[in-house]
C-alpha cells in the first residue's frame, strides 16, 4: 500500500495527522471525500435492488394471476362452456339442471344436500339419473354451502 509523503522531508505518513511526525511540518487537511469511494458497493446495492423489484413483480403477477383463476372457478359456466350443441348434450344439461333443483329441495327438506344420486332418485323419482350419450350416472359433489354436478362426457356446472 502506498502512504502519502511529507513534502519537506519524504517521509512516508502512516496516519492521518496535520504535522509530519518527522520534521514538523504542517500538512494540509487530508479530507475524505465520498467521490473517492468505489463504484463496486454502489453497483451491489444498485444489483440488489433490482433484484428486489424484480421478486417483488414476479410474486404481485403470481398473485394476480392466481386470484384471477380463483374468481373465474367460482363463475357458472354457460351451455357453450360445457357441452357441445347437439341434442343429447343439450338434454344432458337439462339433466343436470334438474338435479340441482332437485338438490335445492332435497336441502329444504333435510337440512343439507346429498351426494349420492340414487339417494336424490329416491328424493325424486322423476329425475333421469343418467346422461343419455353415455348411459353413465351423473355424480354429485357437496361442497357444504353448493352443490356440484358432474357428467364425466360434458362436465360439470
Excluded: W
Excluded at 487537511?29 to 446495492?45: C, D, G, I, Y
Amino acid at each position: 500500500m502506498n502512504y502519502p509523503e511529507c513534502p519537506s522531508c519524504g517521509n512516508e505518513l502512516f496516519d492521518k495527522t496535520d504535522q509530519c511526525p518527522f520534521c514538523g511540518t504542517d500538512l494540509p487537511r487530508r479530507v475524505f471525500h465520498p467521490a473517492a469511494m468505489s463504484k463496486k458497493p454502489q453497483l451491489k446495492l444498485a444489483i440488489l435492488i433490482g433484484a428486489m423489484m424484480l421478486i417483488t413483480g414476479a410474486v404481485s403477477i403470481f398473485i394476480f394471476i392466481m386470484r384471477s383463476d380463483i374468481a373465474a372457478s367460482g363463475k357458472e359456466k354457460t351451455i357453450e362452456e360445457v357441452i357441445p350443441q347437439d341434442t343429447d348434450a343439450q338434454h344432458c344439461l337439462e339433466n343436470m339442471y334438474r338435479i340441482l333443483d332437485a338438490e335445492d329441495d332435497y336441502l329444504d327438506q333435510n337440512g343439507h344436500y346429498t351426494d349420492n344420486i340414487d339417494e336424490l332418485h329416491r328424493f325424486d323419482s322423476a329425475l333421469d339419473i343418467l346422461c343419455p350419450e353415455t348411459g353413465q350416472p351423473y355424480s354429485i359433489m357437496d361442497m357444504k354451502h353448493s352443490v356440484e354436478v358432474i357428467c364425466s362426457v360434458h362436465g360439470d356446472i
